[in-house]
Nanobody, 123 residues
Framework: QVQLVESGGGLVQAGGSLRLSCAAS???????MGWFRQAPGKEREFVAA????????VYADSVKGRFTISRDNAKNTVYLQMNSLKPEDTAVYYC?????????????????WGQGTQVTVSS
């Protein structure tokens, strides 16, 4: 069983930066980890994912070049550095753990989810 707790969300102006953290209980080094987001009235969408070792990452086209996912297995923590934020990045951001696959874009492969953290980008 894995428990995930996100932090680091908040209100930021367009062009600004935020760093999200996802602290995990349990052996997260054995899980692929991902970030997803859900804006009001929209479906949850993939943002970024990272392999167990941290050696492989994938990103949604909408955030590529602006967001960076990383992990520290010694601290059981996954990060999402978000730069050049845009109003369309406004959403609740969730981290998730995938016991089967590395770097999956598919939310259905993730078994464990955090409660989410709100990110609001003002124009």
């Amino acid at each position: 069983q894995v428990q995930l707790v996100e932090s680091g969300g908040g209100l930021v102006q367009a062009g600004g930066s935020l760093r999200l953290s996802c602290a995990a209980s349990g052996r997260t080094f054995s899980y692929g980890m991902g970030w997803f987001r859900q804006a009001p009235g929209k479906e949850r969408e993939f943002v970024a994912a990272i392999s167990r070792s941290g050696g492989s990452t994938v990103y949604a086209d909408s955030v590529k070049g602006r967001f960076t996912i990383s992990r520290d297995n010694a601290k059981n923590t996954v990060y999402l550095q978000m730069n050049s934020l845009k109003p369309e990045d406004t959403a609740v951001y969730y981290c998730a753990a995938d016991p089967k696959y590395d770097s999956s874009r598919n939310s259905r492969t993730y078994d464990y989810w955090g409660q989410g953290t709100q990110v609001t980008v003002s124009s």
